[in-house]
């Protein structure tokens, strides 16, 4: 942390810390990932299991990261640094500054899916991004994903060099309400379609039938990611926060917000599912490619579906590319800090690290599709190891500097600095057992079933 030293800057005031963090939180996180996996892992019941996640183990993260950023004034590697300088503490600042370089390249990816559709949408193609092969054969065809995946990591590092971070920060103050307003009209013509109301019960009442092990597994990745939590990307915003931001009050906010906008977008996708492909099992387990499946089906029934498709795509894009500057952006100054490199030596590094994990994924569904790992596509790789791997990693080396090392009661008195702190109890008995419990299991989940020791 050489250069921040001195100079780390602060936020404006405490909505500006929430907007910004609730501006990174918000991105294909909850428009793309969180309906496909609702879809897949059981509907109703992977979202009480989410819930559950988000308000007891995720909310814990969040005020533990948060309260740690702020009282060592450091990013992750720093602030792990701050408490020894052995392997475990490199180790655990590390693992958390390396995800989201991981993240990064392949999110890219899908935010080039999405710059081909409003494409499309802006040449008035909406018949035919609603028919059934469509986004197929668009991802098998390696020369069109790939270029549109270059366009949407070239503006990202373009924007890195140029280094326009508050515009983007602006950028996002418009969209998100947009956003929203436009999230709701979307989600109630779905809703309203015939046949959608299977749909909605689908996503909305919990079947224990449809439970499983990997619900809970997919359930915890994804608060992490919609989160952007075990990252370390809060302990970067935490240090940038001054003593009067209450981390409490914030947190709730945030977490709030972020759940509403999931919920939004599964309401707008997956009662789709079932009022234009009659909620046949085979759409369900789509994975990433639902979005792209079902809300073109959605635009081409209505009156005004261009338009739609053109708002729409623009909007989710935008999410994508502030999200995606922020990731990378997390990448680079952790080349600066730690490696005492430049800002354009760190870019460059960054760029490349998108261009060739990122091809990788982008490829994976045509000229590389026979290169499988662990069974799944590169692409689907790529998210496996970050969310379901290192991230739980990553939370237990916070869990375990916490409770081991910092010791709770300097974590308390953090956050006692700015309220008087509510929920202590529950969060030091999070903290002490139910993270490390689930953590614990999530690992062991995910490593069994790569092994094939038990199917999820
Ligand atoms: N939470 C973001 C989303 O839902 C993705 C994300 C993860 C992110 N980590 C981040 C965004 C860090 C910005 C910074 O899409």
């Known amino acids: 942390m050489k250069k921040n030293e001195n100079s780390r800057s ?6 500006g810390y929430v907007l910004a963090v609730a501006g990174s939180a918000v991105g294909l996180g909850n428009i793309w990932r969180f309906p496909y996996l609702a879809a897949k892992y059981g509907g109703g019941i992977f979202l009480l299991t989410y819930l559950i996640l988000m308000f007891t183990f995720g909310y814990a993260l969040i005020v533990s990261e948060t309260a740690l950023g702020r009282m060592t004034k450091r990013s992750p590697v720093g602030a792990f640094g701050t408490f020894g300088k052995s392997i475990p503490f490199r180790f655990g600042g590390w693992i958390n500054a390396v995800i989201p370089m991981l993240i990064v390249p392949y999110y890219s990816v899908i935010g080039g ?6 494409f499309e949408y802006l040449r008035q193609n909406t018949a035919a991004l609603a028919e059934d092969n469509y986004f197929g054969q668009f991802i098998a065809n ?4 790939e270029l549109w995946f270059l ?3 070239f503006i990202v590092t373009a924007v890195l060099f140029a280094g326009v971070k508050q515009g983007v920060e602006r950028v996002s103050k418009v969209m998100m309400p947009l956003l929203v307003v436009l999230a709701i009209f979307v989600a109630v013509y779905s809703m309203t379609r015939p046949g959608a109301l299977s749909g909605v019960a689908y996503f909305l009442i919990p079947n224990f039938k449809n439970f499983s092990w990997m619900t809970v597994v997919a359930a915890m990745g994804q608060m992490f990611y919609s989160l952007s939590i075990a990252m370390g990307i809060l302990y970067t915003y935490g240090s940038y926060i001054k003593k009067d931001v209450d981390i409490e009050k914030s947190t709730k906010q945030v977490e709030i917000f972020d759940t509403a906008i999931a919920m939004l977008a599964g309401l707008m996708i997956i009662p789709a599912v079932f009022a234009f492909s009659g909620g046949d099992a085979a759409t369900l387990q789509a994975g990433p490619s639902l979005m792209f499946i079902t809300i073109p089906k959605v635009f081409a029934s209505m009156g005004f579906g261009t338009g739609a498709g053109i708002l729409f795509f623009l909007l989710v894009l935008l999410a994508a590319l502030t999200s995606a500057i922020s990731l990378a952006e997390s990448g680079v100054s952790t080349f600066e800090d730690q490696l005492g490199w430049s800002r354009v ?9 998108i261009l060739i994990f990122g091809s990788a994924c982008a490829l994976g569904f045509g000229v590389l599709d026979f290169v499988q790992l662990l069974g799944m596509s590169v692409l689907d790789f790529f998210d496996f190891l970050t969310n379901s791997l290192m991230m739980p990693i990553a939370a237990l080396s916070t869990c375990i500097l916490i409770t081991r090392v910092a010791g709770l009661d300097q974590i308390v008195r953090e956050v006692e600095q700015s309220s008087d702190f509510k929920r202590r109890k529950m969060y030091c008995f999070f903290m002490k057992y139910l993270a490390p419990a689930c953590i614990i299991i999530i690992l062991f989940s995910s490593i069994a079933n790569v092994l094939g020791w038990i199917s999820m």
């Open 151 to 153: 366009l949407f990591g």
């Open 113 to 118: 899916w999405v710059v081909k559709y409003l």
């Open 142 to 145: 390696s020369a069109d994903t």
């Open 345 to 353: 030596k760190s870019t460059l590094l960054m760029g490349a690290i």
């Open 10 to 15: 602060s936020f404006s005031g405490k909505l």
